[in-house]
């Protein structure tokens, strides 16, 4: 069982930038993929983006150029720099972690950009 802690969302302005972090219960190296997710209110969780333990990061269109995922395998925690942030960025962020194909959650942390 691979348990997530998110942190670091907030309220910010359009332009803006946030830092979120995920620290994972186990060695993230372990892990055969971890990611970053979003659910704006009233719609579907879409995909942020992946770190997977091996090849490239993908990410979603909306965010490329303007988010970096990266992963600190010492510290066990996963990140997701976001810079330019819109309005539209609104919603909860989750971070996910697969492993042996099982898909793990953290309880999701809020981010609100104002306009």
């Known amino acids: 069982q691979v348990q997530l802690v998110e942190s670091g969302g907030g309220l910010v302005q359009t332009g803006g930038s946030l830092r979120l972090s995920c620290v994972a219960s186990e060695n993230i190296d372990s892990l055969d993929a971890m990611g970053w997710y979003r659910q704006p209110l009233g719609k579907q969780r879409e995909l942020v983006a992946t770190?997977?333990?091996?090849?490239?990061?993908i990410y979603a269109d909306s965010v490329k150029g303007r988010f970096i995922v990266s992963r600190d395998n010492f510290k066990n925690t996963l990140y997701l720099a976001m810079n330019s942030l819109k309005p539209e960025d609104t919603a909860v962020y989750y971070c996910?972690?697969?492993?042996?194909?099982?898909?793990?959650w953290g309880q999701g942390t809020q981010v609100t950009v104002s306009s």
């Open positions: 770190s997977p333990r091996s090849g490239s990061r």
């Open positions: 996910n972690a697969v492993q042996a194909s099982t898909n793990y």
